[in-house]
């Protein structure tokens, strides 16, 4: 059994991903968790890669990595009041959120190991940016103009709220 | 030996209930946001995944995470809006403090 490239470029995002984003949520020190959320992003990123879909991984890579990760850590910075103040949480909290994600995990993890996917194999290659371009122009059936417009509304609306609620007064 | 779908999943599954025991235990509101957008992110593997390797010929699950990041994106942007103008307001933003924006 020889192990390809593909595999090992896996078994390394795999890696990163479970152990930052079980460190992102474990971490004391806030900072430390937007930048081990930032390694998850990159893997996501890497994982889209080598599902073929590098227009999402680049999408992945500008909007999470690029833009929401900057803006936690100046948001961050802007709200830290005492850097020696860490965060004390509650023993019995720790033990039932924990008891809770496990078991939680335990159950999608069995189903999702146990339950047949029917026969399936990775086909295809690259996706055609000129298909995405236009399904997501078109009108017609499977095609997106009606999300996308949506999606723009969505964006203006945010913008505004978001500097009506943080202009000051 | 072929990098099969439940790999993904499972990968994506731990990611989400990460982000579900950060949601119940971090008592900091951007530690909660950090959590939260844990969560969106396995999704939009899930739904990658799920169209990349069952239905290679459709493009749902593309259009769906990538609708999905656009959507997280500006939810991200409203609630750092409103944290850094509660950290105006009452110069703190640890939960428990909340309750004081009511009076």
């Known amino acids: ?169 | 030996m072929e990098i099969r779908m439940e790999y993904y999943l499972i990968i994506s599954t731990i990611m989400l209930f990460a982000g579900i025991y950060g949601f119940f235990t971090r008592r900091n509101l951007l530690a909660v946001l950090i959590s939260v957008e844990l969560m969106l992110n396995s999704v939009d593997i899930n739904f990658a995944v799920f169209n990349r390797y069952l239905f290679p010929e459709a493009m749902e699950g593309f259009f769906f995470a990538l609708f999905a990041i656009g959507v997280s994106a500006a939810e991200t942007a409203v609630a750092i809006a409103i944290i850094i103008n509660i950290y105006r307001n009452i110069r703190n933003i640890q939960v428990k403090k909340l309750g004081t924006m009511k009076h």
């Open chain 1, 1 to 169: 059994m020889e192990i390809t490239i593909q595999e090992t470029v896996f078994f390394i995002l795999a890696a990163v991903i479970v152990g930052c984003s079980i460190l992102a949520v474990t971490t004391r020190r806030i900072l430390r968790a937007a930048t081990y959320l930032l390694f998850v992003l990159f893997a996501t990123a890497g994982i889209y890669f080598q599902l073929n879909y590098s227009f999402l991984g680049a999408v992945q890579l500008t909007v999470y990595a690029g833009g929401i990760t900057v803006l936690y850590v100046f948001s961050i910075l802007l709200t830290s009041t005492d850097n020696r103040h860490i965060e004390k949480i509650k023993r019995s909290k720790v033990f039932a959120g924990l008891i809770a994600a496990l078991a939680g995990a335990a159950i999608c993890i069995f189903i999702t190991v146990t339950h047949s996917f029917g026969s399936y194999h990775l086909t295809g290659g690259e996706l055609p940016v000129d298909a995405i371009g236009k399904a997501l122009m078109g009108t017609g059936k499977y095609q997106y103009l009606l999300p996308f417009e949506l999606i723009s509304v969505l964006l203006l609306a945010c913008i505004v709220g978001g500097i009506l609620i943080a202009r000051k007064r």
